[in-house]
């Protein structure tokens, strides 16, 4: 079984930072790289893959549309995330959410983004990249149930025996 990867774009490390836990718990690979043709050539590989690509609006020779774009074209079966760390005003985030989607991000996670969030989010698309892929973790069986003791009988009472409740109540 090839391990499931999480291809990570980014220019300073704080995405990788916040899903470290989460790759680690998962053993997922983590491959990280800021080129087009290198970022497309990892999620190209035969395996489960999650991109996860961090935007920034004012950084005009960033690759990260032309990686999402590329990705969206050569691998439509893996999802891809666009993060940024940019916080806009609502007419703006909508506006560059729709242009993500338009070029194939699946998500598009604006400030305040929270660990949790994004880790829901990248586990819940790794889940469905692995399903894809035939490699599912079958979900390891109960353990059995201990078995009740038995109870104890009451023996029979013999017939030598007097029962001393039995003649109060009859009396």
């Known amino acids: ?4 990867q999480l291809v990570i774009v980014e220019t300073d490390g704080w ?3 916040l899903l470290g836990d ?3 718990e998962n053993a997922w690979l983590v491959r990280g790289t800021w080129s087009a043709e290198s970022a497309v050539a990892l999620v190209r590989a035969r395996r489960p893959s999650v991109l996860v690509v961090q935007v920034d609006p004012a950084d005009d020779k960033s690759p990260a549309l032309e990686i999402i ?6 691998c439509p079966d893996v999802p891809v995330i666009a993060v940024s760390d940019v916080k806009f005003n609502d007419a703006d985030r909508v506006a560059w959410t729709a242009s993500l989607f338009d070029l194939g991000a699946r998500y ?4 305040p983004l929270t660990r949790p969030v994004l880790e829901d989010v990248v586990s819940g698309l790794m889940g469905a990249a692995t399903v894809r892929a035939g490699i599912v973790t079958e979900p390891a069986a109960p353990p ?3 078995k009740p003791k038995p109870r104890p ?3 029979a009472p013999a ?3 007097i029962d001393l409740a039995d003649d109060e109540l009859h009396e």
């Open 108 to 111: 598009a996670l604006f400030p």
């Open 15 to 17: 995405i990788a930072r």
């Open 1 to 4: 079984m090839r391990a499931p």
């Open 144 to 146: 059995d149930k201990p």
């Open 153 to 155: 009988r009451r023996p």
């Open 22 to 24: 989460l790759t680690t």
């Open 69 to 74: 774009s590329d990705a969206n074209r050569l």
């Open 159 to 161: 017939e030598d025996v």
